[in-house]
């Protein structure tokens, strides 16, 4: 049996997902297809809205998931309904409308690999046919660069829900196969040439479709049979510069230019720390790993977007010869030179004696003495 199709809507919060799905339902060519539909309020108005759109709702083929996340807190409602319909059969497809808020990785991994906890296995019966975000082309930008978190928004999951607004932007953006630019309409021709500099950086390879009023052509979403989990997951542009072999030419058309920071003498953890919050405004997303005077066993994890940063514990370099930081940096306008001499002078020298002696103010500090005890 052919497994059936599901495609994957991600894209934050007004950005024009239920539009695109209601018309992809009103021009579907007849197709038998089942929705899902989720939403982090307790009344799912997403789901009101696609039945306003026309969309004769029945209780087999239309699924709302409300008061949690299907990334996260309603993932296993997620397979399960998912089972239920899959059941059911006679089906052409399946359509996932996530949340404004979710994160499409664990979203394809619910269909990508079997669930040991519920015994569920999905893997025959269901395939991927595209994960899909919505970008908003008059917000986007805005909220890349707004400096503000979801709880600041009141759009966190809960209180431990510490991301930031741009992380998650980054999120949707770089595992996707299509990237669906929304509401270009509201944009000049150079508002717009700057936000394709934005997506092609994130992420090179996906297929990029302008739209106004989420008019998608079906054919050009559905059926398209794109998704690869592992080359969905290397997709990202900083991924790709860092295993390249040579530079990517990809993006150069839109501006867009990367290089990877290779350098085996470690930082200065005090001097780091400034370059960091005295970041390049050129560099617009920064991902790859340090090597730290103070923490010379450990590898530390860099991830930038905007104006995000974050440092955390990425594991132990295997030998002394892999004690090195590798660093992709993507921007507009870059100047190579000037970055790396940047980074240079943030190196320990001669003249700062000893490392473990050295300030150490960047975060972890506590867990990387546990680590090392």
């Known amino acids: 049996m052919k497994p059936i199709q599901i495609t994957v809507l991600s894209g934050y919060l007004g950005s024009g997902k239920t539009t695109v799905m209601n018309h992809l339902l009103k021009n579907n060519d007849s197709k038998k297809l089942a929705i899902i539909v989720n939403d982090m309020s307790e009344i799912n108005i997403d789901a009101a809205l696609i039945e306003q759109g026309g969309f004769s709702r029945t209780e087999e083929s239309f699924v709302t998931l409300s008061n949690g996340c299907i990334c996260c807190t309603l993932r296993d409602d997620l397979l399960f309904?998912?089972?239920?319909?899959?059941?059911?059969?006679?089906?052409?497809?399946?359509?996932?409308?996530?949340?404004?808020?979710?994160?499409?990785?664990?979203?394809?991994?619910?269909?990508?690999?079997?669930?040991?906890?519920?015994?569920?296995?999905?893997?025959?019966?269901?395939?991927?046919?595209?994960?899909?975000?919505?970008?908003?082309?008059?917000?986007?930008?805005?909220?890349?660069?707004?400096?503000?978190?979801?709880?600041?928004?009141?759009?966190?999951?809960?209180?431990?829900?510490?991301?930031?607004?741009?992380?998650?932007?980054?999120?949707?953006?770089?595992?996707?196969?299509?990237?669906?630019?929304?509401?270009?309409?509201?944009?000049t021709d150079r508002e717009k040439q700057e936000l394709l500099s934005y997506l092609k950086a994130l992420n090179p390879v996906a297929r990029v479709i302008e739209t106004t009023y989420g008019k998608v052509d079906p054919s050009e979403i559905l059926d398209v049979d794109l998704f690869d989990f592992e080359q969905a997951a290397g997709s990202a542009g900083w991924i790709r510069e860092l295993n390249a072999e040579e530079h990517l030419p990809e993006t150069e058309e839109y501006g867009i230019s990367s290089f990877v920071y290779r350098n085996a003498q470690p930082f200065h953890p005090e001097r780091l720390l400034q370059l960091i919050d005295d970041w390049p405004e050129a560099v617009v997303r920064a991902k790859g790993f340090l090597y730290v005077a103070t923490r010379p066993e450990f590898a530390l994890l860099f991830n930038q977007a905007g104006y995000a940063s974050a440092i955390e514990y990425a594991g132990r370099f295997e030998t002394m010869q892999d004690r090195r930081t590798e660093l992709v940096l993507i921007g507009i306008g870059l100047d190579r030179s000037k970055i790396e001499r940047l980074f240079d002078s943030c190196l320990v020298d001669s003249s700062d004696g000893e490392w473990s002696k050295l300030d150490d103010p960047l975060p972890g500090r506590q867990m990387y003495e546990e680590i090392s005890r």
Do not use: C, H, W
Not at 82 to 98: M, Q, Y
Not at 179 to 186: E, G, H, I, P, Y
């Open 81 to 187: 309904e998912v089972k239920r319909l899959v059941d059911l059969g006679e089906l052409d497809g399946i359509i996932i409308e996530s949340s404004g808020i979710s994160e499409p990785i664990p979203v394809a991994q619910t269909f990508s690999y079997a669930d040991d906890e519920s015994g569920v296995d999905l893997t025959k019966s269901v395939k991927i046919n595209a994960m899909v975000t919505v970008i908003d082309g008059y917000r986007f930008l805005k909220d890349f660069d707004s400096g503000e978190s979801l709880i600041e928004r009141k759009e966190a999951v809960d209180e431990s829900d510490v991301r930031e607004v741009v992380d998650l932007l980054v999120d949707q953006v770089e595992f996707a196969d299509i990237l669906v630019l929304n509401k270009v309409d509201r944009l």
